[in-house]
C-alpha cells in the first residue's frame, strides 16, 4: 500500500495526510518516458499539492512572462477640445 509505503505523508510537501485530505497518484516517472504502471512508479500526494506541481509546470513552460504592455496612447492627436471655441461673446 502506497500510504503504508510513504508513512502516511504526502510526497510533494512531507506533511502527512488527514482524513479530509484529498490524495491522488501520481507517476514518478510519466508513462510518456517510459515510467511502467506499477507501485514503484506510485506516489501519494495531495490533490492540491498536484495542482500546485501543475501549475508550477505550465508556469516554467510559458518561460518569462514579458508583459509589452501595449497601454501607450499618443496623446495630441485629434484634440477635440478648442480651447477658446466657448469665449465667442453671446450677442
Ligand atoms: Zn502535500
Redo the contacts with the bound molecule.
Keep these: 500500500m502506497l500510504l503504508k509505503r510513504q508513512q502516511g505523508k ?1 510526497a ?2 512531507g ?1 502527512y495526510f488527514r482524513q479530509e485530505d484529498l490524495r491522488e497518484q501520481d507517476h514518478i516517472w510519466p508513462r510518456a518516458y517510459g515510467g511502467v504502471a506499477s507501485l514503484a512508479n506510485l506516489q501519494l ?2 490533490r492540491h ?1 498536484h495542482d500546485r506541481k501543475t501549475a508550477l509546470d505550465s508556469l516554467q513552460r510559458l518561460g518569462g512572462t514579458d508583459d509589452n504592455s501595449q497601454a501607450i496612447e499618443e496623446p495630441g492627436e485629434g484634440a477635440t477640445f478648442t480651447p477658446g471655441s466657448e469665449d465667442e461673446p453671446a450677442r
Design positions: 504526502c510533494f510537501c506533511l500526494r495531495h499539492c
